[in-house]
């Protein structure tokens, strides 16, 4: 990290830290509740030999018809085999899910005090989605007591069952070693047994060191980055930041991208295509 990323995060933690000393949020702490599913894909697509993965935090889920809007118009976007989002709530969810007439599993993972509203992780997909699960991530926000999670499902895709993980690790309220505990709850979590795997959203990596530690334990789990070389996901004072990753194992990438002309969220929208390639 540079000497001015490092005074720059220094003072969003001043401020975040002054802001929120009286804001303690609610955690959903029960095993896989509350769960929000529903099914609103017509058919699913026609068989492809390659997929789109776009993984996107929707701030707070508060511009959702401009979301939508991008993920219906913008052709890096649109028409997503897996489509992962964070900080969301139930309403955001569904209607987007609407919109784009796919199928979703989400949970939130508490109720934030920024607006009183669940915030989570959701799945969305025209193709099939079972086995929806929750992972309680370790190690709460020390500020504000907020716990980070993570929603799990299979997307069966061409007769292929993808384990699928929509994430949203901490920030860097916590230190490096609780933070890697987060990251090593899910690599954990992953089955070594499945063939196809893809874990995709906000990892709050804002160091070349935290996205090597990250690469390092999901290197482990035989997962890759394939999200590499797609560049930064959020840009705040001048400076640019790669919080957003998508990792897969059982897939080849073909090509990736950071579609950045939207202003219906913080973070930048990342997009991957995929093709199939399991392991031998």
């Known amino acids: 990290m540079t000497h001015r990323q490092t005074v720059f995060l220094t003072f969003i933690l001043l401020f975040l830290s002054i802001s929120a ?24 697509p026609p068989v492809a030999n390659s997929i789109r993965v776009v993984t996107w935090n929707i701030k707070f889920a508060e511009q959702i018809e401009a979301a939508g809007e991008n993920l219906r118009s913008v052709e890096s976007l649109q028409q997503a085999d897996v489509l992962l989002l964070q900080e969301m709530d139930e309403t955001g969810v569904d209607t987007l899910a609407r919109t784009l007439h796919l199928n979703y599993v989400y949970y939130p993972a508490s109720v934030h005090s920024h607006h009183g509203k669940n915030f989570g992780n959701a799945i969305l997909s025209a193709w099939p989605i079972s086995a929806p699960g929750k992972i309680l991530l370790p190690h709460k926000n020390p500020k504000n007591g907020q716990r ?25 309220w916590l230190d490096r070693r609780k933070r890697l505990g987060q990251f090593e709850a899910l690599a954990q ?18 160091t070349q060191r935290s996205i090597s530690d990250l690469d390092k334990i999901f290197a482990q789990a035989r997962l890759n980055r394939v999200s590499e070389g797609a560049g930064y996901t959020v840009q705040s004072n001048g400076l640019e930041f790669a919080l957003d990753h998508v990792y897969a194992r059982g897939f080849v990438p073909l090509q990736t991208g950071v579609y950045r002309n939207t202003s219906a969220s913080d973070h930048f929208p990342v997009w991957v295509v995929l ?3 399991p392991e031998k």
């Not at 609610?26 to 017509?42: C, G, I, W």
């Open 21 to 44: 000393a009286c804001q303690q949020i609610e955690n959903y702490e029960a095993a896989n509740e509350p769960l929000f599913a529903a099914n609103y894909a017509e058919s699913p």
């Open 148 to 172: 980070r999670t993570a929603t799990r499902a299979v997307v069966t895709i061409n007769g292929i069952d993808v384990l699928v993980y929509s994430v949203h690790t901490e920030t860097f």
């Open 189 to 206: 979590d992953i089955s070594p047994d499945a063939p196809a795997v893809i874990v995709g959203g906000d990892f709050n990596t804002a």
């Open 275 to 277: 093709n199939f390639s």
